[in-house]
């Protein structure tokens, strides 16, 4: 009975409780989606450095040089030489090195040319068909593979760059041979497939840009260059079906020669600590490479959105202040045209308990509505994000998660600012003088 009583008394003004409401909304969003956010990034962006204790690749910004070979999120710093990483790679301190090459796309999803190291680090396993062991073998990430409908046995052309709307390189197609379980890691949006597929797609390109007046890039027959010490299987003049077969399978089975080969970036795990705070100087004062360390520069980066996180978090307690401060004048003023009301339902048997809970019981069904619309609201903002997010960098947040011990403090702060809002009118109707107000009536 108190409760209906408490509903319909605040709609008594609609529009002071609708204001109460959208401020409380507001708020209760805000924190929600920031307190989603936070822990949803901390965890994808720890969890895909996990076992990575620094990268090599090109000089340049070393955030960018992390963002674009662990999280794929950015353009890389540049190439290095196969056979000098390598050097790095093999050295004794190195337990794991996972080279990566980029260089393609297939719309907008990158094709990373690794080893199979590469799926192991993520804990993916393929789950249809099997580990590329061919070039233009390729194994996709559960969430592309979903998402792009590819299923195996499939063909596609990749396209030159990051962006899906590069120029397609028709002489070579990708065969989809293997798609990996679902990790939640950056692996689920790739492509991935042998380094060589990589290199010799582009020496394909080069190719046909250099020496277009003698060879036909429409046949593929001698569409990439080979460097010295190539292995490979070459048919003279001879264009026949079956010839063109056995030459497509040769390429597949070809391997390069790593002489003048280049690569993006190595994922490097060390066996001690020794290489991980020795190697950063050495390899910059010995080489045109640098070594980067995931865990710093993910760190900067955090303490860098920490405060604009810090400054949101603080304008959501300001809205949810401003809204206590609306309950309490919409329950102050409402106070003096309710004092006959109030007086009535003592005379008819209310106690003076009973009416001090009815008021408080109104503000803390405005907190109550204001903090489930936040939350939906909350959600709802974050779907946005993530929509926006894998759309630009593959990169997506679950908006239907529930941080239950900050989501439920949160629900609890709101439920504080109502009975603090509430407790001054409160107090007003508990000390009512029934006598004195009948008379005055």
């Given at each position: 009975?108190?409760?209906?009583?408490?509903?319909?008394?605040?709609?008594?003004?609609?529009?002071?409780?609708?204001?109460?409401?959208?401020?409380?909304?507001?708020?209760?969003?805000?924190?929600?989606?920031?307190?989603?956010?936070?822990?949803?990034?901390?965890?994808?962006?720890?969890?895909?450095?996990?076992?990575?204790?620094?990268?090599?690749?090109?000089?340049?910004?070393?955030?960018?040089?992390?963002?674009?070979?662990?999280?794929?999120?950015?353009?890389?710093?540049?190439?290095?030489?196969?056979?000098?990483?390598?050097?790095?790679?093999?050295?004794?301190?190195?337990?794991?090195?996972?080279?990566?090459?980029?260089?393609?796309?297939?719309?907008?999803?990158?094709?990373?040319?690794?080893?199979?190291?590469?799926?192991?680090?993520?804990?993916?396993?393929?789950?249809?068909?099997?580990?590329?062991?061919?070039?233009?073998?390729?194994?996709?990430?559960?969430?592309?593979?979903?998402?792009?409908?590819?299923?195996?046995?499939?063909?596609?052309?990749?396209?030159?760059?990051?962006?899906?709307?590069?120029?397609?390189?028709?002489?070579?197609?990708?065969?989809?041979?293997?798609?990996?379980?679902?990790?939640?890691?950056?692996?689920?949006?790739?492509?991935?497939?042998?380094?060589?597929?990589?290199?010799?797609?582009?020496?394909?390109?080069?190719?046909?840009?250099?020496?277009?007046?003698?060879?036909?890039?429409?046949h593929g027959e001698e569409g990439h260059v080979h460097e010295e010490g190539d292995e490979h299987y070459q048919h003279e003049h001879d264009h026949d079906e079956h010839n063109h077969d056995e030459k497509e399978h040769d390429e597949e089975e070809m391997t390069l020669d790593t002489k003048n080969m280049e690569i993006t970036a190595v994922l490097l795990q060390f066996r001690n600590k020794m290489g991980i705070v020795t190697w950063p100087r050495i390899i910059a004062q010995n080489t045109k490479m640098q070594v980067v360390s995931p865990a710093i520069e993910v760190n900067r980066l955090v303490s860098m959105f920490g405060i604009g996180i810090d400054a949101l978090r603080y304008l959501a307690y300001g809205i949810m202040l401003i809204s206590g401060i609306s309950i309490f004048i919409a329950l102050f003023n409402t106070l003096k045209e309710r004092k006959n009301e109030f007086a009535l339902l003592r005379v008819n048997g209310a106690k003076r308990l009973q009416l001090l809970s009815l008021v408080i019981l109104e503000s803390l069904l405005l907190c109550i509505v204001g903090f489930i619309f936040g939350t939906v609201l909350g959600r709802v903002g974050l779907w946005y994000i993530s929509t926006s997010a894998e759309k630009d960098f593959k990169f997506s947040f679950n908006p239907y998660e529930f941080i239950w011990d900050k989501e439920g403090v949160l629900f609890l702060l709101t439920i504080f600012v109502g009975i603090i809002a509430a407790l001054l009118p409160a107090l007003k109707a508990y000390q009512l003088n029934i006598s004195k107000t009948l008379a005055n009536a």
């Open positions: 009975m108190i409760v209906k009583l408490a509903w319909k008394n605040i709609w008594y003004k609609p529009l002071n409780t609708i204001l109460s409401i959208i401020l409380l909304t507001a708020s209760v969003a805000i924190i929600t989606v920031l307190v989603l956010l936070e822990k949803q990034f901390e965890e994808k962006f720890n969890s895909n450095i996990d076992g990575v204790d620094l990268v090599l690749g090109a000089q340049g910004s070393p955030l960018q040089l992390i963002l674009s070979s662990v999280y794929q999120i950015d353009a890389p710093t540049g190439n290095i030489n196969y056979d000098s990483a390598k050097v790095w790679m093999q050295h004794p301190f190195v337990k794991k090195a996972i080279p990566l090459a980029f260089g393609d796309n297939y719309k907008g999803y990158k094709i990373v040319g690794t080893t199979p190291d590469y799926l192991e680090k993520y804990g993916a396993k393929v789950v249809q068909g099997n580990i590329f062991k061919k070039n233009f073998e390729v194994v996709l990430g559960g969430e592309l593979a979903k998402k792009m409908n590819l299923k195996i046995g499939d063909d596609f052309y990749g396209s030159h760059g990051d962006a899906a709307e590069g120029e397609v390189h028709e002489d070579y197609a990708y065969k989809v041979v293997g798609i990996t379980a679902i990790t939640g890691k950056v692996v689920d949006n790739l492509i991935l497939c042998t380094i060589p597929s990589v290199w010799q797609m582009h020496d394909n390109h080069e190719e046909e840009h250099h020496e277009q007046e003698s060879h036909n890039p429409e």
